[in-house]
């Protein structure tokens, strides 16, 4: 299994809802990743999971709260979100996080609308 | 930190060849290169770590220039599924420090 299945693939929120994005890797890596993309623009790193801790928080907002329950899965828990959330969030992992020898490798992303 | 990419844009009929660019005002330790199609995930290409070393996939190669802190990615005889916006990556130290530089959007023609 060379993938990072994410779920769900659309997500339509309200701004009072509580909801979870889910990422899924089965090829053994052992730091994960989430991105924000906005459209047209590169990915911006959001937070590093290494070893199932959290080794990288970007000053991203509480509204955002990462969870990594075991090495092959990363949520992250949306709460409180606003209209400019809206994003591509991109799961991604990497053999390690020594991200300089490796490549990531990226899931499919969830396209979020905050409404 | 980030990575600027020249140019921002470039068409292409197919069979012509494109050089997309990557400089950093930072040493870099190693350099990423990924292709992002409309509405998917960006896919990683290839990694050139510092030495100054060149790259090939297929028709695709890239060189980083360690003292001049720049990466180039050559496309070679293009084809139509070469279109798509490509990122380099580059990472400033042994650390977490990583960056997507601006993106260039390529677009093949036939």
């Known amino acids: 299994d060379t993938e990072v299945t994410q779920t769900p693939k659309h997500l339509v929120m309200g701004m009072t809802n509580k909801k979870s994005l889910k990422c899924e890797q089965h090829?053994?890596?052992?730091?994960m990743y989430w991105y924000k993309q906005k459209a047209k623009k590169p990915p911006e790193l959001m937070f590093v999971?290494?070893?199932?801790?959290?080794?990288i928080n970007e000053s991203v907002p509480s509204r955002f709260s990462p969870e990594c329950p075991n090495s092959s899965l990363l949520n992250l828990h949306l709460h409180a979100l606003q209209p400019e959330d809206s994003a591509l969030y991109l799961c991604a992992s990497s053999q390690d996080s020594w991200v300089n020898n490796y490549g990531y490798t990226f899931g499919s992303g969830t396209r979020l609308t905050v409404v | 930190q980030q990575p600027v990419q020249s140019p921002q844009a470039v068409i292409l009929r197919e069979g012509e060849d494109a050089v997309i660019n990557c400089s950093s005002s930072k040493a870099l330790y190693s350099v990423h290169w990924y292709r992002q199609k409309h509405g998917e995930a960006p896919v990683f290409l290839m990694i050139l770590l510092k030495g100054g070393e060149q790259k090939g996939h297929e028709k695709i190669s890239a060189s980083f220039n360690e003292k001049k802190q720049q990466s180039s990615l050559y496309l070679t005889a293009s084809q139509l599924s070469y279109s798509g916006t490509y990122f380099c990556?580059?990472?400033?130290?042994?650390?977490?420090?990583?960056?997507f530089g601006t993106g260039t959007s390529l677009t093949v023609i036939p």
């Open positions: 090829m053994g890596h052992r730091a």
């Open positions: 999971y290494s070893y199932e801790k959290l080794s």
């Open positions: 990556g580059t990472a400033l130290n042994t650390g977490n420090q990583f960056y």
